[in-house]
Every structure is written in structure tokens, then in C-alpha cells.
Antibody, heavy 118, light 107 residues
Framework: EVHLVESGGGLVQPGGSLRLSCVAS????????MNWVRQAPGKGLEWVSF????????YYADSVRGRFIISRDNAKNSLSLQMNSLRAEDTALYYC???????????WGQGTLVTVSS | DIQMTQSPSSVSASVGDRVTITCRAS??????LAWYQQKPGRAPRLLIY???SLHSGVPSRFSGSGSGTDFTLTISSLQPEDFATYYC?????????FGQGTRLEIK
């Protein structure tokens, strides 16, 4: 069974940084493209970032480009999101999500909450 | 970016009803559309991909259709566990974008 477990969320002041992690199990992690998707409280879904299975190709939403960095360690079955220069509008539940094909997502973690507030 | 617009934003229905949710893309996305179901406090769940392909384990009462710019999700006979929020998402090109969601409520 596919499991994606996120960690690293918390309360951070505007301008601060956080690093989110996702540990995958139950499938061959190195064969799948991965994503981060977020959901602000009471709002809809917003895709954040995508990384290919090898890590060679990466995409970001305009709202986070230049501030967030996605990476993966296939040896450790892990996905990360380094978030810098955080803003109040980055407050959301962040999901680690596995791609079925391209950016169609077939498995989601339970999310880790990031709150940006002074 | 491609804009995805769902209608209605909310709908009330009864168990056993047939319900259709529509999703319109601001440009041609061929068949690159997915539908997700999300219940309160839970992660989204993939229902349909490539506009009409039923994801593994999803009941056959769910179906999807459409191509180009206009798509539909149909639930043929509502069950109590189907009351949730539904999102469409285009997977044609980056950035992938979601519709605003359709909340399906019990009448």
C-alpha cells in the first residue's frame, strides 16, 4: 500500500523558512514523479511544485518560484520542499503527492500544516 | 495559466439521485483532465483521469466525459459516502490548475 507521510510544518514568522519532508513507502519511489500541492484553510487546491523521477526537471507555481526549492533523495525515498521568504499567503496544508502520469495525482499524503504569522 | 471553472459551486441532492458536475477549461486541454473527491479533514482522492478513465478502486457509479474545453463528472446514483467536494484539474500543461470545487450536499 502506498504511504506518503509529511512532516516539518509549523508556525513561522513572515520572512522565515521551513523545510518540509515527505517519506514514501509501498512503491518504487525512484520510478515516480512527485508533487507538492497546498490548500489554504477553507480554500481549494493549489499545485506548488513538480519534480521528475530523476530530479532532472522541476517546475514551480509562479507564486512560489524563487522562494521554494523542491528536491528528492531516491536512496532515502524522500521528497523535500525548502520554503524561504515565507508570506502570510503561504499558510496552508501542504500535501506530498505522487503522480500517476505527469501531474495527474493518484496518491496524497495527509498533509502538514504551515502557518505564517507574526 | 489555464483557468478551470466548475459549475455549480454547490449542489444539494438526495441519496439515489443522478448528479452531474461540469468543468470548463479556458483553452483546449484535449483529454487531460482529472476529477478528485475530497471529504472534510481528508486528503483528495483521484476518481477519474484522462477525462473518462476510472481510477482503480473507484465505484462504477462515477463516470467522466468530455474533451477539449468541456467536461462532466456524473454520479449515477448518489450514495451517502459521496457527499463531499469535487475538484477538476487540467494536466495538459504546466502549471496544472484546479477548478474552484463543487460542494455536494445532502438535501
Amino acid at each position: 500500500e502506498v504511504h506518503l507521510v509529511e512532516s516539518g510544518g509549523g508556525l513561522v514568522q513572515p520572512g522565515g523558512s521551513l523545510r518540509l519532508s515527505c517519506v514514501a513507502s509501498g512503491f518504487t519511489f525512484s520510478s515516480h514523479e512527485m508533487n507538492w500541492v497546498r490548500q489554504a484553510p477553507g480554500k481549494g487546491l493549489e499545485w506548488v511544485s513538480f519534480i521528475t523521477s530523476s530530479g532532472n526537471t522541476i517546475y514551480y507555481a509562479d507564486s512560489v518560484r524563487g522562494r521554494f526549492i523542491i528536491s528528492r533523495d531516491n536512496a532515502k525515498n524522500s521528497l523535500s520542499l525548502q520554503m524561504n521568504s515565507l508570506r502570510a499567503e503561504d499558510t496552508a496544508l501542504y500535501y506530498c503527492a505522487r503522480s500517476l502520469t505527469s501531474v495527474t495525482i493518484d496518491h496524497w499524503g495527509q498533509g502538514t500544516l504551515v502557518t505564517v504569522s507574526s | 495559466d489555464i483557468q478551470m471553472t466548475q459549475s455549480p459551486s454547490s449542489v444539494s441532492a438526495s441519496v439515489g439521485d443522478r448528479v452531474t458536475i461540469t468543468c470548463r477549461a479556458s483553452e483546449d486541454i484535449a483529454g487531460w483532465l482529472a476529477w478528485y473527491q475530497q471529504k472534510p479533514g481528508r486528503a483528495p482522492r483521484l476518481l477519474i483521469y484522462a477525462a473518462s478513465s476510472l481510477h482503480s478502486g473507484v465505484p462504477s457509479r462515477f463516470s467522466g466525459s468530455g474533451s477539449g474545453t468541456d467536461f462532466t463528472l456524473t454520479i449515477s446514483s448518489l450514495q451517502p459516502e459521496d457527499f463531499a467536494t469535487y475538484y477538476c484539474q487540467q494536466a495538459n500543461r504546466f502549471p496544472p490548475t484546479f477548478g474552484q470545487g463543487t460542494r455536494l450536499e445532502i438535501k
